[in-house]
């Protein structure tokens, strides 16, 4: 009795613990091991070495896969970061109507990205979107078929990922902007700084943070993105807008190639690992000091 | 109503050592303040006393019985935050009330309990009140008064008036004396306020580093202090010490400043152990020098006052009283004195130290001869 | 000085103005093109606003045409979709919630790794756990019902409501515990009586975000899911995906608009708590 009450708290976090301890790193130890098999439909527990990340990165799809994420994560983190640091400035110069704009600007946050797809999917329509709109306007040669041109559907992906996550973005940094000590701009407005230069010199480099931050959250969701690709494009047209996401699954739940499918998913939870880890320790630094 | 006994605590977090060997001894009634600067272990000490933290060795009696193994609720304590710790979603009767429930006891006796501190505190009209409606003051009342319902063993105090405002803490504290006053409960307060702890205490520790530096009554600590850190610590503004060395020959002590080989003051009237040549701090507190001549002879009576030439260098003005600056053979001294005495600034003169009242230290121990 | 200012302020208006455009578009040509028939579809354009507004295609989005087996419509995978999402957030924030007080004031060795833990597991990327959580489903016997799904989302929204409550506790003094503990209360009574009253902040945050993660999911309830048990996600992408001749797009957005309804009504009327979430979510520590 006593020894339960002592224990209590332990005894408390142990289920959700021990889940975790199955459900998370076990099964990526298994799909760790799996990676290391020639397992094709089922699991085969022999082990073949590095014989699948070998036969991965010689696959040409996995190397359209990998250079379309390059892509994507180059553009859709300069885009929303872009995006995000103009609308969070201008929405921080006293706007009466901030609350309203806000609202707008982050809305599609709520939306999934399977909607979003839908949505893009139609008005970048080839023959009944936007081409057809600016053709009415008069401009009868113009065209956008981007969704359906190999090489250009990726970045039909990048416009409506930016669209969905550039306004959180925009979130973020007002925040942080919010968080800035008043009394360093008071300082800088005695000492004569014009206001384009206290946020280019003084506040934007205080913010070094939220960019990191910022960084961080865009490279994990577009390392993750299968959704908005699926929706949007579903990896076409071919394999063109493929991604390392989308491969995995096609791989796994298609063409019954399991082993290949952990290996590449491996790939992904490393890239994702060698980001975070060291985020999460500065954070936790960072945390610390405070105390 | 309890004495505490306190013997050879140690903890250690992690590595560091916070509590290094705790010795201690109150008596029933004793009013017993732990003062010292933020990290001496003053706050760790009173945990470990109410059972929130463990400690790795020692013992800790409460009334001849040892209760490092109780649980906090079972070592009939009270304890009073320096947030006051609220329960912000119950009201003021309700936090009153939390601990009394706990133990079960009927409804009348709780609001007979409950009754009597309304009324010792004048609360009756926030009873239904949350904590967030009320102000800093009314706060810390209902916090005496979940302390006060239980009518426990021992109180705990956790720097109860650091988050008020000058003028209120004031008043608390004041509040605070009478109750101890009128109830006789024994009391442990932890503050790093000195005025609180001389105020407050029948016996005060003053802690530093994990160790308590003395154990005393208010007057001893500020008259005797036992090392530099004590004498430092207490009094404002704090001691001054002149470093110098002693030259004793035949029935003559006499004590040179650093940088003076000819102007020395005579201690031959204080009994003292010291040797030829120790390299000593003589400390005196500000308001144990005199700028007439005689002021030094109605206070020390047996005429021993040492007379000394200084030069004023600056000079605080603060209401009743000045604080002035002297230069003493390159060395800072601070003397207080009434502000409607006029003195010159840059214009040498002589004070007149009472010899009565100073300190003398090992410069290498640091502790008092 | 006066014209510059005015300048610079018509500038910022133009430009947030500007945006408002861009971010709302999208949503004003799925509203006009659901109310639209499809013969306007075909002869206006994009952005013109129907002649008069017709909800057929939002009938048909929610309760099909009535032709058949080949007929797919929102209706039923709405209520999957419910069905999962409700117990799996009541399930992952209960759980979050205790764990989160227990991790922060009852702090005990090897609790601040514990949490570590719990922290690194929400950046994972699933396709790292796709394969064994299909086996392992399989296994339970549970693959391919709501049961299942509860569970993913249970498990993998667990990190995320810890972390959120681990947070909101650290910032809660530890006096108030402590003296809870000289009052002589333990460890659930302490839990239920007087921090529980106050989390209503930080339940609402969690339970949004729960809810705007579960309902959008698309990924766990296409690999775990098929069928008639699919949730909504699921169900409108294979709605559009259709292979038939005919492309409804009326129906396709009446049914994206349904879709997204649940969420964006909470945001419009919990935004506040909808963005809290969202950052705490991803702006970690």
């Known amino acids: 009795m006593e020894w339960l009450k002592k224990n209590l708290p332990k005894i408390v976090v142990a289920p959700s613990f021990a889940v975790l301890l199955w459900f998370v790193y076990g099964f990526i130890a298994w799909t760790f091991y799996v990676s290391l098999t020639n397992s094709k439909l089922l699991p085969n527990y022999e082990f073949w070495g590095i014989h699948q990340y070998i036969r991965l990165w010689q696959m040409p799809r996995w190397h359209v896969a990998v250079e379309n994420l390059f892509i994507f994560t180059i553009l859709f983190i300069i885009l929303c970061i872009f995006i995000g640091v103009i609308l969070s400035i201008f929405l921080d110069q006293k706007i009466r109507s901030e609350g309203f704009l806000k609202t707008i600007y982050l809305y599609p946050m709520a939306l999934s990205f399977i909607v979003t797809g839908t949505a893009w999917k139609w008005i970048l329509n080839p023959t009944m979107g936007i081409e057809k709109f600016v053709n009415q306007l008069g401009f009868e040669n113009f065209q956008f078929d981007w969704l359906v041109t190999p090489g250009m559907s990726i970045y039909t992906i990048v416009i409506a990922g930016v669209w969905q996550s550039s306004g959180f973005i925009m979130a973020i940094f007002l925040a942080g902007l919010r968080s800035i000590d008043d009394e360093v701009i008071k300082a800088a407005k005695v000492d004569g700084a014009s206001t384009i230069s206290i946020y280019m010199k003084i506040v934007l480099p205080m913010m070094r943070p939220v960019f990191m931050s910022a960084i961080v959250i865009l490279v994990h969701l577009s390392i993750k993105s299968y959704d908005l690709v699926i929706a949007l494009t579903a990896g076409g047209p071919g394999i063109s807008s493929d991604m390392p996401a989308v491969f995995m699954t096609k791989m796994a739940f298609g063409r019954s190639e399991i082993g290949l499918a952990s290996a590449s998913a491996i790939m992904m939870f490393a890239t994702v690992s060698a980001i975070i880890v060291p985020y999460l320790y500065s954070e936790l630094r960072r945390e610390q000091d405070v105390k | ?193 000195q005025t609180e702890a001389m105020s407050l205490g029948t016996k005060i520790a003053i802690m530093n580093n994990g160790k308590i530096e003395q154990f005393d009554t208010p007057n001893n600590i500020y008259n005797k202090p036992n090392s530099i850190f004590v004498a430092d610590f207490v009094g404002s503004p704090s001691m001054n010490f002149i470093s110098g060395y002693i030259k004793k020959d035949e029935n003559v002590i006499s004590f040179f400043p650093d940088n003076e080989k000819q102007k020395s003051i005579n201690l031959n009237l204080i009994k003292t152990k010291v040797n030829n040549s120790d390299e000593i701090l003589l400390g005196i507190r500000p308001e144990h020098i005199f700028l007439k001549k005689e002021h030094a002879v109605r206070v020390t009576k047996d005429h021993n006052f040492a007379e000394i030439e200084v030069n004023p260098e600056l000079h605080e003005y603060i209401g009743h009283e000045q604080i002035v600056t002297f230069n003493y053979y390159g060395q800072e001294i601070l003397g207080k004195f009434s502000s409607s005495i006029n003195i010159e600034i840059d214009k040498k003169m002589t004070l007149f130290v009472d010899l009565n009242s100073v300190s003398l230290f090992d410069k290498e121990t640091k502790r008092r001869i | 000085m006066l014209n510059k200012i005015n300048f610079s302020r018509i500038f910022l208006f133009l430009i947030l103005g500007l945006f408002v455009f861009y971010y709302i578009t999208p949503l004003y040509v799925m509203i006009v093109t659901s109310l639209k028939s499809m013969n306007e579809i075909r002869e206006g354009n994009l952005f013109s606003l129907p002649s008069t507004i017709n909800f057929d295609a939002w009938k048909i989005a929610w309760g099909g045409r009535g032709e058949g087996t080949s007929d797919t419509f929102l209706k039923p995978y709405f209520f999957n979709s419910l069905k999962i999402t409700i117990p799996a957030l009541i399930i992952s924030t209960l759980l979050g919630a205790i764990n989160g007080y227990a991790l922060t004031k009852w702090k005990f060795k090897g609790a601040n790794l514990i949490f570590l ?169």
């Open chain 3, 117 to 285: 833990l719990f922290l690194f597991g929400t950046f994972i990327p699933y396709q790292a756990i796709l394969l064994p959580m299909a086996r392992t489903l399989g296994f339970l016997g549970i693959s391919n019902s709501p049961i299942g799904l509860i569970l993913v989302h249970s498990v993998y929204g667990l990190g995320f409501t810890t972390l959120f409550f681990r947070n909101y506790y650290v910032s809660i003094s530890d006096e108030i515990v402590k003296a809870a503990k000289v009052d002589g209360a333990g460890f659930f009574k302490i839990f239920f009586t007087i921090l529980l009253p106050i989390s209503l902040p930080i339940l609402v945050v969690t339970i949004i975000f729960q809810f705007t993660q579960i309902w959008n999911d698309f990924l766990f309830g296409v690999t775990f899911s098929f069928g008639e048990h699919a949730p909504i996600q699921v169900a409108l992408n294979n709605m559009v995906l259709t292979s038939a001749s005919v492309k409804y797009y009326n129906v396709d957005m009446a049914a994206a608009i349904m879709a997204a309804l649940p969420t964006l009504v909470i945001y419009i009327l919990a935004g506040n708590y909808f963005i809290k979430g969202l950052t705490a979510g991803s702006v970690k520590g």
């Open chain 2, 1 to 193: 109503m309890a004495t505490l006994k306190i013997k050879n605590l140690e903890k250690k977090f992690n590595q560091t050592e916070v509590l290094k060997g705790i010795n201690l001894e109150i008596n029933d009634g004793d009013f017993l303040v732990l003062l010292g600067p933020s990290g001496c272990g003053k706050s760790t000490l009173l945990n470990t006393i109410a059972g929130l933290e463990n400690s790795d060795n020692g013992e800790i009696i409460i009334d001849s019985q040892k209760v490092n193994d109780m649980e906090p609720s079972e070592r009939d304590i009270a304890f009073v935050f320096q947030s006051y710790a609220l329960y912000p979603a119950m009201n003021v009767e309700e936090n009153i009330v939390f601990g009394l429930k706990q133990r079960k006891i009927s409804k009348d006796k709780i609001n007979e309990s409950l009754n009597r501190i309304v009324e010792l505190l004048k609360i009756t009209e926030l009873l239904k009140r949350k904590p967030a409606q009320l102000s800093g003051g009314q706060r810390q009342r209902v916090a005496m008064g979940r302390a006060l319902v239980r009518d426990p063993k021992i109180f705990l105090f956790d720097e109860p008036l650091s988050n008020l405002d000058a003028k209120l803490r004031i008043e608390m504290r004041r509040e605070i004396k009478k109750l101890h006053k009128n109830f006789k409960t024994t009391m442990v307060y932890v503050t790093h306020d």
